[in-house]
């Protein structure tokens, strides 16, 4: 019995020292020399990495100790793959695939990022009244999926990854088509008002 109280109160005062230097630690700040010029900032999927977008610069960030690691001369809407290894810069229309850990430009593609597939293999951007597909790896076109109604500022992968879903505003036929990733077929319409968002199923 002595020995269980013993225990338990070693584990007690280990645990208000570990909540004391908790306390006592300091808020991070990260200094970013662009406080009035921000269009987005992301972290990577581990948040070790934060990154930070104005209209004419991309800048990154170690999180843990605050130190830049580097920066783009252009900016744009930021998106990080779901992995954290590629982030898409867009930016008038076109979008630039980077790898995170050099910068180095992997490739350039048309139209503006909007999802990463579950694993990763595939970009979709939007345009207007159009949806494309690219292929991550090679930066090849997979599929283009043109519809006059399309509203493609929202697009989502669905089934794992097997199709993508968007929003249709046909004339009293509001709705969320879901089509084949390989062939651009038509799989589903789910018929909805008011739609502002799509979640990942």
């Known amino acids: 019995m002595k020995v269980n109280l013993r225990i338990l109160v070693a584990l007690s005062l280990s645990l208000i020292a570990q909540t004391v230097a908790q306390a006592q630690e300091p808020e991070r700040v990260i200094q970013t020399a662009h406080p009035k010029d921000f269009i987005e900032v992301a972290f990577s999927a581990d948040s070790r990495i934060l990154v930070g977008a104005g209209k004419n610069w991309t800048k990154f960030w170690d999180v843990r100790t605050g130190k830049e690691l580097r920066s783009l001369a252009n900016g744009g809407h930021i998106l990080f793959s779901r992995n954290g290894r590629v982030l898409a810069v867009s930016s008038q229309g076109r979008t ?10 992997l490739h350039l593609l048309n139209g503006q990022a909007a999802t990463f597939s579950p694993d990763d293999k595939m970009l979709g951007t939007t345009a207007e009244k159009e949806i494309t597909l690219w292929d991550v790896k090679t930066g090849r076109q997979r599929l283009t999926i043109s519809r006059e109604s399309w509203d493609s500022r929202t697009i989502v992968f669905a089934s794992g990854g097997r ?6 505003r046909v004339r009293d036929r509001l709705g969320i088509r879901f089509l084949d990733v390989r062939t651009g077929e038509e799989l589903r319409m789910l018929p909805a008002h008011n739609i502002y968002a799509l979640s990942p199923v």
Request: glycine share 12%; charged share 30%.
């Open 96 to 105: 630039e695939l980077r790898d995170v850990h050099t910068g180095k430009v």
């Open 163 to 168: 199709s993508v879903g968007a929003i249709d």
